[in-house]
């Protein structure tokens, strides 16, 4: 049974740091990629990061490139969103996924295939 477990999520003051981490277990992921999606309430869930296990160039919403690195472990089998410069804008629930698609995909909810549970950040003003 495949599983993607988040942690890192909490409270934090504009301009301050989280590192999100998500555990992959349940399957071999070596041919997936991971994603970081968030939805806010009363917002439709949105992409933020993704990166492939066997490689390649990760990609990033516009509105978080700079600030925010998605990384992976092998190892460890979990990816990490370390998210810097955090706004209050960033606030909404963190999701991880994973799916077996095409770089055309990476952006797109309907590509992956597991989620998991989501992670709570909230950035106050």
């Known amino acids: 049974q495949v599983q993607l477990v988040e942690s890192g999520g909490g409270l934090v003051q504009a301009g301050g740091s989280l590192r999100l981490s998500c555990a992959a277990s349940g399957r071999t992921f070596s041919s997936y990629v991971m994603g970081w999606f968030r939805q806010a309430p009363g917002k439709e869930r949105e992409f933020v990061a993704a990166?492939?296990?066997?490689?390649?160039?990760?990609y990033y919403t516009d509105s978080v490139k700079g600030r925010f690195t998605i990384s992976r472990d092998g190892a460890k089998n979990t990816v990490y969103l370390q998210m810097n410069s955090l706004k209050p804008e960033d606030t909404a629930l963190y999701y991880c996924?994973?799916?077996?698609?095409?770089?055309?995909?990476?952006?797109?909810?309907?590509?992956?295939?597991?989620w998991g549970q989501g992670t709570q950040v909230t950035v106050s003003s």
């Open positions: 990166i492939s296990w066997s490689g390649g160039r990760p």
């Open positions: 996924a994973a799916g077996a698609l095409g770089s055309s995909w990476f952006g797109k909810r309907e590509g992956y295939d597991y």
